[in-house]
């Protein structure tokens, strides 16, 4: 049996996308404290090849699967369990999955933060951790990004999390400079959130007609609007968080950071709130750093735990 397990994760190690599959009753052969029953076969292959993969970033500091073996005892190898189960469910491969969860958990360490101000934006909700959100008005993605960050701000974690966003239009989409423009109007004016809304809605239709309407809409001068945004008395808004995004290393939307902290998994309800609790348990207990329980523990042969540790 020893021999058997030893040679399935030697294969999953190898990580070739797809994985071989496994039954529930391999699985809790190799990784015995992760359920793995509510995957498919071909789910749990997947997993096991990231398992084997990726280092816990914890308590113990060998690779996931291992730290899932039944004489382990850290928590948190359960709690990244979890994150390798949902992105596996989302169709995601062994390899493309491995390095999301490096960068995602290497983004805790103070020196990968940026420094990105949360106080020169508007601001829906209130909390400890500042999330900001660099957004484009023609970005499909940051469309369907507003739903999932509405329930994380007003709902899920009301109280605890604000969110800050900016603009960063690209000039690839020829009205989202437009549009940013016309936000920072209605910001100017306590609409902001509802022309927000009214502009991710209509991503097919801001011509200045289109805006107009959504200014009325919303009790606004519309043709005072496309004034002052023609007239380049908004521009130094828009410019500013441009620059800011830019500084930080933006180049695609939506870019998140929370308190900071370059948000490298998907903007979907899961994994924000994951994200989160780990940036409050963080917070809460300066122990829980990876980087440094890993320099402790780990003997200096093992390269990958340095790689981590970038």
């Not at 980087?291 to 402790?296: F, P």
Request: neutral net charge.
């Amino acid at each position: 049996m020893r021999f058997l397990i030893a040679m399935m994760l030697a294969a999953a190690a190898a990580h070739a996308d797809p994985a071989q599959p496994l039954t529930n009753e391999q699985a809790e052969k190799i990784v015995p404290r992760a359920n793995l029953s509510d995957l498919t076969d071909a789910q749990r292959g997947t997993f096991l090849a990231i398992a084997t993969d990726v280092y816990n970033y914890a308590g113990c500091t060998e690779t996931l699967a291992r730290c899932l073996g039944k004489d382990q005892r850290d928590p948190h190898a359960l709690r990244m369990a979890e994150l390798v189960k949902q992105l596996v469910r989302d169709g995601a491969q062994a390899g493309a999955a491995t390095e999301m969860l490096e960068k995602y958990y290497n983004s805790f360490d103070p020196k990968n933060r940026q420094q990105v101000r949360s106080d020169n934006c508007p601001v829906l909700g209130s909390g400890p951790i500042a999330l900001v959100e660099f957004s484009d008005y023609q970005c499909p993605h940051c469309a369907v990004a507003l739903q999932p960050l509405d329930q994380l701000v007003e709902k899920d974690r009301k109280g605890k999390v604000r969110l800050c966003s900016k603009f960063f239009p690209f000039a690839s989409h020829p009205r989202a400079r437009v549009a940013a423009l016309c936000a920072e109007y209605a910001r100017q004016h306590g609409k902001f959130w509802e022309m927000n809304g009214l502009l991710f809605a209509n991503q097919e239709s801001l011509e200045d007609g289109d805006l107009k309407g959504y200014a009325k809409d919303l009790g606004l001068d519309g043709d005072q609007m496309l004034k002052q945004v023609y007239s380049g008395q908004l521009d130094e808004i828009v410019e500013k968080h441009v620059r800011e995004g830019t500084i930080a290393g933006v180049d695609s939307t939506p870019t998140l950071f929370i308190d900071g902290r370059v948000n490298q998994l998907p903007v979907k309800q899961f994994y924000l709130d994951f994200s989160l609790d780990d940036e409050l348990a963080w917070q809460a207990d300066s122990a829980w750093n990876p980087g440094a329980k890993a320099v402790a523990a780990t003997p200096p042969a093992t390269k990958k735990v340095a790689k981590r540790n970038r």
